[in-house]
């Protein structure tokens, strides 16, 4: 019965090309009243939006190689590849994560991934591995690693779930092999 007011509107405006080599957008889905609400003749709304936040370049990547079994207490290791157009720098780093995080902030555990070394003999290698502390893993469950480029400022690279475990649930042949040296 009269004018909307600014409590039923929902503003949005997108800045398309703010980034380099990313295009923002914003698409609605939908958009409704609130009509059980009654407490004023203004009614809440809502909307649903896609919103691509996300590179279309996908060779801008870290793979990583798969994981079985990390050990508690012990340096592990872990091997990922650069795509083609992925230059590391200084400050990039690979944290360790439980599975299931919500937040760059609740990594467990980092390393610079420059301090990796590489698995071939030519200084042009795009796979890397880097060593990881005997603290970053305390406690079994399923973690993750995740690749964060602070020259892009996003992440380049997640690995898939893996297992961490106390050692002493595996077996005897497996002890020895690991301490003469054989993984």
Same mark, same amino acid.
């Given at each position: 019965r009269r004018r909307p007011s600014w409590t039923d509107r929902i503003l949005h405006k997108v800045n398309a090309n703010v980034y380099?080599?990313?295009?923002?957008?914003? *698409?609605?889905?939908?958009?409704?009243?609130?009509?059980?609400?009654?407490?004023?003749d203004h009614k809440p709304v809502v909307a649903e939006f896609i919103i691509k936040?996300?590179?279309?370049?996908?060779?801008?990547?870290? *793979?990583?190689?798969?994981?079985?079994?990390?050990?508690?207490?012990? *340096?592990?290791y872990a091997s990922?590849?650069?795509?083609?157009?992925?230059?590391?720098?200084?400050w990039d780093w690979i944290g360790v994560f439980k599975d299931g995080f919500t937040s760059l902030e609740e990594y467990l555990c980092y390393v610079y991934a420059m301090r990796g070394t590489n698995n071939t003999n030519t200084a042009r290698s795009r796979v890397k591995?880097?060593?990881?502390?005997i603290t970053a893993v305390r406690t079994p469950g399923q973690y993750r690693?995740?690749?964060?480029?602070?020259?892009s400022?996003?992440?380049l690279g997640m690995s898939e779930a893996f297992r961490a475990v106390n050692r002493q649930g595996?077996?005897?042949?497996?002890?020895?092999?690991?301490?003469?040296?054989?993984?």
């Open positions: 380099e080599n990313l295009t923002l957008q914003a *698409e609605q889905l939908s958009y409704n009243s609130l009509d059980y609400y009654t407490l004023s936040v996300f590179s279309n370049y996908f060779e801008r990547v870290i *793979e990583f190689q798969p994981l079985d079994t990390w050990y508690i207490d012990e *340096e592990n990922y590849t650069l795509s083609g157009d992925v230059e590391p720098t200084m591995t880097v060593v990881f502390p690693l995740l690749y964060f480029s602070n020259n400022g996003s992440v595996t077996s005897t042949i497996s002890q020895l092999t690991y301490s003469d040296g054989f993984q």
